[in-house]
């Protein structure tokens, strides 16, 4: 590394200065050494790459773990929090796909893949539709300024994921304050604690009652059964994976949902050719994704081993941030990465990872977001944001970019 002193580090996560970009060091740290030291809220120092070669190549290495219950794993959060995090015994996510590491993470991804395939999801096209049209009307017939975040970005994937895995949607007042609170830095540790606990035991009682019960008809009744006939899971696995798919299902795509329906809105051009031309909304989607890469710390490892990248050695036991963000904006790869560009052809982004982790829900992620663009805008043709772009309450303090609010007139 360099002569650099500890407390000169640059802290991580860093300031936006526009919330539609990233922090403007990633371009400066990344032309410096792509692959660098940063300091953790919790005072741990930590590598962070910002290439996009090199975090692929970083995600696919076998040497790098996902265990986020390792002491150096960067989580982002203080001491206080961590200890809240990795200490909380309810809290069975760590047991799931997205925490194991090679063997065991095959086996536990496998129970599930076929569930998320392309025909698999394309069959559950005109349900997500429907479902679409509803939230979509359901925006049109409220008073103005209407929040489409409350009646589209966060109703269309909750309804989506509760009915894919047989969760009552009655009940996601309480799932959704519970995974904002998980994902906010801001949240105290006794609250995160709290989240989590209550998370758990929501998800922990709705498969007790699943595996007791007679075998119901979705993703979570079929895990059972499938684990059943071949054992792979335990219990507690079977409700850690319950949550990741629930916190993953909804989250991540309602936050793409706003803030894709927010750079349509500023960018009239780019709107102006998916409404002529829908067509054009893979393409789209995969630009707006690359533009946003909203999951950005999730993608964290920490080495296994001594491991060369980029002309540095990360020692083994040392936490490694892989920023998707500052990745899908390496200029050599994405040329003017400022500019939302629905030509460009930007499907190699790693907005949803890369390596045995890539997004199991990807398929799923992306036919909701075409569905919901080509939805609103052709039925809300003068949708409009009732407040300044720059002054909607983005999630600054979250693991998960998106917004808060996004206050709309129609
Ligand atoms: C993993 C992003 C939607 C389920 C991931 C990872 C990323 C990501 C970056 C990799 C994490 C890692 O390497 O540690 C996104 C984005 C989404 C999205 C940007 C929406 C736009 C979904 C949906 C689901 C889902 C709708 C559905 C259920 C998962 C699961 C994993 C995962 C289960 C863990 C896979 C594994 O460990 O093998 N996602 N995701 N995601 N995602 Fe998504």
Redesign the pocket.
């Known amino acids: 590394m360099t002569d650099m002193l500890d407390t000169d580090l640059p802290s991580f996560p860093m300031a936006r200065e526009c919330p539609m970009h990233p922090p403007a060091e990633y371009k400066e740290i990344r032309q410096e050494a792509p692959v660098s030291r940063v300091r953790m809220p919790d005072g741990q120092l930590a590598w962070l790459v910002t290439g996009h070669e090199l975090s692929r190549q970083v ?1 696919a290495d076998p040497r790098m773990s ?1 265990d986020r219950t390792h002491p150096a794993f960067p989580l982002a959060l203080t001491t206080e929090q961590r200890k809240a995090f990795q200490q909380n015994s309810r809290l069975s996510i760590r047991r799931s ?2 925490g194991l590491d090679a063997p065991e ?1 095959g086996p536990h ?1 496998k129970m599930l893949i076929s569930e ?1 395939s392309v025909r698999r999801i394309a069959a559950l096209r005109p349900r997500v539709q429907e479902i679409v049209d509803r939230c979509v009307d359901d925006l049109l017939a409220a008073p103005q300024p209407a929040d489409l975040v409350e009646h589209v970005s966060l109703a269309v ?1 909750s309804l989506v ?1 509760c009915e894919l895995l047989g969760v009552p949607y009655e009940q996601r007042h309480g799932f959704h304050e519970w995974t904002r609170k998980l994902i906010s830095r801001r949240t105290a540790p006794e609250e995160r604690r709290a989240s989590a606990d209550k998370l758990n035991d929501f998800l922990e009682a709705l498969v007790t009652e699943k595996e007791q019960g007679e075998p119901t008809d979705d993703v979570i009744g079929r895990l059972i059964a499938r684990n059943r006939e071949n054992p792979v899971m335990t219990h507690d696995e079977i409700v850690g994976t319950a949550i ?2 629930l916190i ?2 909804h989250e ?2 309602a936050n ?1 949902i706003s803030l894709g329906t927010v750079a349509l809105l500023e960018n009239p051009g780019q709107k102006a050719q998916v409404v002529a031309d829908p067509s054009l909304l893979p393409a789209a989607i995969e630009e707006m ?1 690359r533009y946003f890469s ?2 950005e710390s ?2 964290s490892r920490v080495a296994t081993d001594d491991i060369e990248v980029g002309g540095v050695t990360i020692r083994k036991d040392e936490g490694v941030i892989i920023s ?1 963000l500052a990745a899908d904006w390496d200029d050599s790869v994405f040329e003017n990465p400022d500019q939302l560009d629905f030509h460009r052809g930007a499907r190699h982004h790693v ?3 890369y390596g ?7 398929n ?2 992306r036919m909701e ?1 075409e569905i919901v663009f080509e939805t609103l805008f052709r039925k809300a043709p003068n949708l409009r944001l009732a407040v300044p772009a720059a002054d909607l309450p983005y999630k600054d303090d979250a693991s998960i970019y998106g917004i808060y609010s996004v206050p709309v007139n129609f």
């Open positions: 995600l996902s796909m997205i993470h991804r998320f994937p994921i990741l798919l993953a299902g991540t795509t793409m994704l909203i999951v999730a993608t998707g907005a949803f990872g045995i982790h890539q997004c199991l829900g990807q799923l992620a977001l």
